[in-house]
């Protein structure tokens, strides 16, 4: 009898070993294998054509989508299906427009699913889908940049090839943004590679990677948009950057020429480097400079606003005699401090910097933040150049006072100065990411806004803006107020050493300002490439740009002079 119930209790075990082995094996098949042996099995079933790859949106800080804001259509081929290869390229020329004999070639040589280079609106794409045409479909495709997209220099663009951000954003947070979800339009066949009637073709997208993640910026695309419109207008090379000045948060951020991201092909050779950012790149900054040099005079005590001065058109260092822009009015006089920065006096802010000295000049445009990267940390950012105390002589000082000779800014750079001078001498490093979130809008990580560090008293930073408002009250900036609010800044025209056809100079033109004067908000920088005069070119653009601001976004109505 024990015997009996041993060798029960053996085969018990044996079978229940058995039950063990086959759960953990289909466990093994379910769970950790699944999504692989199902894709293998659908791909013995399905004719598949990749039409979209799951990448997560550029988005502005109120929730506005920066790509993926247009919608075209494809025709997806499935060449064993085709009846007649002539028939059906004969239909899809009529529908298209494109030459009968380029399809006929396409139809022809494929010997696998294929989807055809078309970029289709969707009534051409019904009237496709409404011929029936056995393996031909249009399929609905999100268009990663529309033919309008905005800020393109900041969103960047991808290799289409392989789905990877080359510049701007989508380069800086490609892993973020790239997830592994290819979709698929499928042709579902049985073992003969017939289309099986009921289930034709479907849409299908593989969950068995990452999911996508979405970068919001602190861009605000009605600034945006009202920006580029007015840089359209008026701006055909340049840049304009707009921040918060408390937070260091970019509003806009705009660069001409503009480029289009689906056709890169057409500005890589081009002479005028669409595809250059000039808000990140270093140019002369001319007499905005001076506003560093007044910061440092202020600063250290050396001098006070209402100081005078007298401005004979010209200053000699040494050998050299620097000429006032308006030398040919003659003499300016006597000036107070703040006089001969809202005239933008050459020869006084000259003298002001050789009595401080270059250690004390260059000591300030350092905190400022010349020379130096800011907080973006983007790949196209340039340094600019600030050139060493010890290598400054006289002459060169005397250049750089006016910020000319081996000084280079960026626009970026300009406006965390003024931001600097408005935020009451704090300086916070400019921004543009403000948080990563889930497709379902989860937020995944916020980053930090800068507690910023003083550079700057809060007194001087009060002179700097009262001498900023007499430069749009009655000096070189007068176009650039905007009434009603009111604005002030500092305009600049940087000589480039190179002259026209004419032999006359060719010159930047720069305003760096802010607005309103109560509780300033935004700080704006307006850069002309070529533009000759801060005060005639680039000051207008100010005014417009903040008018249009008021206007369209904050609800007050502004009137632009």
């Known amino acids: 009898m024990a015997f009996h119930v041993f060798r029960i209790y053996r085969l018990l075990m044996a079978v229940f070993l058995l039950f063990g082995a086959l759960v953990v094996r289909l466990f093994y098949l379910q769970i950790i294998d699944g999504p692989l042996l199902t894709a293998q099995s659908v791909g013995m079933r399905v004719q598949e054509v990749p039409v979209e790859v799951a990448r997560g949106e550029i988005l502005d800080r109120n929730g506005q989508p920066l790509t993926n804001t247009a919608q075209h259509f494809s025709v997806v081929v499935f060449p064993e299906q085709i009846v007649s290869v002539s028939q059906t390229a004969a239909q899809l020329a009529v ?22 280079k078309t970029d289709l609106d969707a009534v051409t794409a019904q009237k496709i889908n409404g011929l029936h ?103 055909p ?32 050779q081009h002479v005028t480097a669409p595809l250059l950012n000039r808000a990140l790149a270093a140019y002369q900054p001319g007499s905005v400079f001076k506003l560093v040099v007044a910061a440092a005079a202020l600063e250290s005590g050396a001098v006070r606003p209402q100081d005078i001065f007298y401005d004979q058109g010209y200053i000699d260092v040494g050998s050299l005699r620097f000429k006032g822009w308006d030398y040919e009015r003659g003499p300016r006089g006597r000036l107070t401090f703040t006089d001969a920065i809202a005239y933008s006096s050459n020869p006084v802010l000259i003298e002001v910097a050789l009595r401080l000295g270059p250690a004390k000049v260059i000591e300030y445009a350092h905190k400022l ?14 340094d600019g150049n ?45 921004y543009i990411v403000s948080k990563f979130t889930s497709p379902e809008g989860v937020v995944i990580k916020q980053f930090p806004v800068s ?5 700057l008293s809060r007194a001087t930073a009060a002179e700097l803006r009262a001498m900023m408002l007499a430069v749009t009250r009655y000096g070189t900036g007068q176009a650039a107020y905007v009434d009603g609010i009111g604005s002030a800044g500092k305009t600049g025209s940087a000589e480039t050493g190179r002259t026209d056809g004419k032999g006359k100079g060719i010159n930047h033109a720069w305003f760096a300002g802010y607005a309103p004067l109560e509780n300033p908000q935004y700080v704006v920088v307006v850069f002309v490439e070529e533009g000759m005069s801060g005060g005639d070119v680039a000051a207008p653009v100010f005014r417009e740009i903040v008018a249009e601001i008021y206007a369209n976004t904050n609800g007050n109505s502004v009137n632009a002079r």
């Open 95 to 116: 529908v298209t427009g494109l030459p009968r004999e380029n399809i006929l070639e396409q139809l022809a040589q494929a010997g696998y699913p294929f989807k055809m």
């Open 133 to 235: 045409l056995p393996g031909v479909l249009c399929v609905a495709e999100k268009k990663r940049y529309g033919s309008s997209a905005l800020a393109a220099h900041i969103v960047g663009y991808i290799n289409q090839a392989d789905n990877k951000g080359v510049s701007g954003i989508e380069g800086m947070y490609d892993e973020i943004l790239r997830g592994n979800q290819p979709e698929y339009v499928a042709a579902v066949v049985d073992a003969g590679q017939r289309l099986i009637p009921g289930l034709g073709y479907k849409r299908i997208r593989l969950n068995n990677g990452a999911a996508p993640s979405n970068v919001v910026l602190t861009i605000d695309s009605r600034i945006q948009k009202i920006v580029e419109g007015v840089m359209d207008r008026h701006v």
């Open 237 to 268: 090379k340049g840049a304009v950057v707009i921040l918060r000045p408390s937070t260091g948060e970019i509003l806009a951020c705009a660069s001409r020429p503009n480029f289009d991201a689906n056709n890169l092909g057409d500005y890589l």
């Open 369 to 382: 933040g010349f020379g130096q990267h800011t907080g973006l940390n983007f790949e196209s950012e340039a």
């Open 386 to 430: 600030l050139p060493a105390a010890d290598a400054l002589y006289p002459g060169d000082l005397a250049n750089l006072a006016i910020g000319q000779g081996l000084l280079e800014a960026t626009p970026l750079q300009v406006a965390s100065l003024v931001a600097t001078i408005v935020n009451d001498g704090v300086k916070v490093e400019p």
């Open 451 to 455: 507690r910023g560090v003083r550079v």
